[in-house]
């Protein structure tokens, strides 16, 4: 098994920074992980348990088509996908700071196939490293996009 974990504080309100996750999924998604080449749902309207869709990614030069689906979302508090056919899952948490929000971002690769396994030390790396690269997209994407409406809000 393969365990990453990243965290980051977002200086947005939860609800916001939730919204931008959740609700704008499909459109934000790969904007925060541009490994995603193509994401298709495969389930009319919003998030909600059971929601699934189809992804294509390229990761390292290594193109990768998975099906997913929403196993848990808490509203305001988490949402959580699972690969459908392929043993991964996907966490995001939503912790309020005060007047931001702690993002914590995990993922889980439940076994690696037999010609992977010589390079898991490799793999691990890599998916700490996405973990990271994925965080840090999102705190960026959200600051510059909600954080100066919230300022203005705020000053208003």
């Known amino acids: 098994m393969v365990k990453a974990q990243?965290?980051?504080l977002i200086r947005c309100p939860l609800p916001e920074v939730y919204g931008f996750v959740v609700n704008d999924f499909v459109r934000n998604y790969p904007r925060w992980s541009p490994e995603v080449q193509h994401l298709r749902p495969l389930t009319d309207g919003p998030l909600?348990?059971?929601?699934?869709?189809h992804q294509v990614r390229v990761d390292q030069g290594r193109r990768t088509e998975t099906d997913?689906?929403?196993?848990v979302l808490d509203p305001q508090q988490r949402v959580c996908f699972k690969g459908i056919k392929d043993p991964f899952v996907i966490d995001y948490r939503f912790?309020?700071?005060g007047p931001n929000t702690q993002l914590t971002f995990s993922f889980e690769l439940a076994r690696l196939g037999f010609a992977l396994r010589p390079f898991e030390k490799l793999i691990r790396f890599a998916v700490q490293d996405g973990t990271e690269r994925?965080?840090?997209n999102l705190k960026a994407l959200v600051e510059r996009e909600l954080g100066q409406r919230s300022t203005d809000s705020t000053t208003s």
């Open 134 to 136: 994925v965080v840090r």
């Open 68 to 71: 997913f689906r929403v196993i």
């Open 95 to 97: 912790d309020p700071q």
């Open 48 to 53: 909600d348990l059971g929601w699934t869709a």
């Open 6 to 8: 990243s965290r980051t």
